[in-house]
């Protein structure tokens, strides 16, 4: 008998800054085997932290710390000790550290001293990115380094030119007013003695999107960063780096870099070693210390993005106008590895698409692209030398790579980058048929576009964080990987766009072009406060409910109950003002929500004109049902959720509600 897979917080050797909760698994050659007892001690170097004690239970996911207050910025050893019902026992350790526990922070946001220019829609139009580098001191005998690093943008971090990780799109997707993850990087192994750097390049991401920054007069796009270093050394010691005006601040090659439109990069702009010592930044601006500000900061939970596979090109063809078209032979999400030696000045572009048209030519399918200029094209100018080039603040949905340059280029010189939230891998399927076995794989490749920092509805087009879509598929996510910590980060920013009124957004985070979607609704549909759509807003009670029935997650029901409670109530309240148009009698007619803006059943065949939805223009021809039932699921998940929560008055109260709800169905 042995135990696995030792998780703190659904995950491996995290950084908390929350009491943390344990899980174990148990494997055995014999059957049946059952765990009868568990016992757990959690330890600062010597100094025990937690005992459990033998708890008599088969329990080994979701066990909550018990014990001292954790410290910030401190390491943790914990073992599980086991007994099954044959008498074995097995017993495991692992580890995990804490970040800052009490938002203990001391270092300064610098910005950059560069003006953000008004962005144009298209490859180009965007800001460049930044380097952002300071130079620090470091004794002998490091014991332990980390680094705690976060941005007003997207950043990737080195460490004396090392970056100590291969995650992307750092710091993630996330309501940042309000939460703002921060990431911990162990550099000791890239610290020495004497003079080390630690460098920042720092792109929009999707805090400065056009469609994604906030609309409000108060927003300030901008570049900046956040870090601090704390050093321990062998004889006790410890020492503090952080982020001040010692910062210093440089434009790089990425000259624009944006999530729909693309990258253009000038390596004729690249500062050899920029991020090492010795390097001379006597031209670089000094950075702008901007305050203390560190109330949104939580440590980030959930796996990053990151490359998750490599897709090597299948084949090359020449369109019928000509063009030299790079097949993968896979829709994915990512980018390419493009290795090339051209003469200086010389452009390369790449434009990524995901079908051909009838022809056999680029066709960018991509809505009104034209207009906002999301093409999926990145642009290399080369300086000269060989390169292997990787995008870097950008991301496309593509199968195939429109390559515009004048000279030659070889398939075998693209490759293509998938990239997504490294997810644990749960489990596969496989059969004899392979129709089912593509269908199961084009599931999980869809899975893989989609989980990217948060759960968006496709990987090109939007890039949004629609609830509708995960509310539907959250249930198959979590068969397939552990997306526990991912949900559970989309929940919590759920709540931050919570509306005052219980409404949910139909997009979380709720940011850039839908807060403008969601102020059209209102006017359109006569609201005068915010709305919820059902189906799209019914994701509070579904996805938490779903992690519980999936996993046995109660500890997600309690951390929303509050959120799903006022979502509950949005529903109730809106059912009650307004009348609907089937003239039903008043008394059934309150319990029924079925006024507003709904969508309704969503892109029915059989109501598409032209290939358009005509449901969300005339919602009374489905919502009528569709938004009543989903109301009605809410209020039934909100009475068993109090049930196990023991929360009897309200378990009492929405059961009264849901069964009032389903009465008129059950008549009609």
Known sequence: MELIRLKVNSQYRPCVDEAPYFSWVITSDEKNVMQTSYHITVKNMDEVMWDSGMVERDKSIFVEYSGKPLQSL?????TVEVTVNNGEKAAASSSFETGFMKKEWTAE????????????????????????????????????????????????????????????FAPEFTVYSKYLCYQTYDVTPFLREGRNV????????????????????????EHSVLFQIKIDYEDGTSEIVLSDDAVKVSESPVRSSDLFAGELYDARMEQENWNCCGFDDSSWKAGIPCGKSYANLVAQYGEPVRPVKEVPAVGMTVSPKDETIIDFGQNLAGVLRVKAK?????????????????????????????????????????NGKFTEYIP??????????????????????????????????????EMSNEDINRLYENTRW?????????????????????????????????????????????????????QKNGAIPNVIPLTGIYELLEKLNRIVYRNFEPVGEAGWGDAACIVPWSMYQLTG?????????????????????????????????????????????????????????????????????????????????????????AALLGHTSDELYYDDIASRMNLPFKKD
């Open 109 to 168: 946001w610098v910005k950059s001293p560069f003006p953000m220019k008004k962005v144009k829609p298209g490859t180009g139009g965007q800001n460049p990115a930044e380097y952002f580098r300071k130079e620090f001191d470091a004794r002998d005998g490091i014991k332990r380094a980390r680094v705690y690093a976060t941005c007003h943008g997207a950043y990737q971090l080195s460490v004396n030119g090392i970056r100590p990780d291969d995650r992307e």
């Open 392 to 429: 870097h603040f950008t991301y496309h949905g593509f199968r195939y790579v429109r390559v515009t340059c004048d000279q030659p280029v070889s398939p075998e010189d693209f490759t293509a980058i998938v990239l997504s939230s490294d997810n644990e891998d749960l489990g596969t399927f």
């Open 553 to 641: 997650n109660i500890r997600i029901l309690r951390e929303q109950y509050d959120t799903m409670k006022k979502w509950c109530d949005y529903i109730i309240n809106t059912a009650k003002k307004r009348r609907g148009k089937m003239k039903h009698p008043k008394e059934i007619d309150q319990y029924l929500w079925n006024t507003g803006h709904q969508y309704g059943e969503w892109l029915i065949p059989s109501q598409t004109v032209d290939g358009a939805d005509q449901s969300a223009a005339k919602p009374i021809n489905t919502s009528v049902y569709c938004a009543p039932i989903f109301g009605w699921n809410s209020c039934r998940i909100m009475a068993d959720t």
């Open 342 to 382: 051209l003469p200086a000045g010389t452009k390369m572009v790449l434009d990524h698409f995901e079908t051909l048209d009838q022809y056999g030519n680029y066709f960018n399918n991509i809505f009104m692209s034209e207009k906002t200029g999301h093409k999926q094209s990145d642009i290399y100018i080369s």
């Open 198 to 221: 630690i460098g920042m390049l720092v792109g929009d991401g999707w805090y400065d999107s056009a469609n994604f920054k906030p609309r409000s007069r108060k927003f300030k796009a």
């Open 74 to 78: 401190s390491d943790y050893n914990w």
């Open 446 to 498: 869809s899975q893989r576009s989609n989980l990217f920092s948060i759960p968006t509805d496709c990987p090109q087009r939007e890039k949004g964080g629609w609830t509708g879509d995960i509310q539907i598929y959250a249930r198959t996510a979590m068969l397939n990987e552990n997306v526990t910590p991912f949900l559970t980060r989309w929940l919590r920013n759920m709540t931050c766009s919570q």
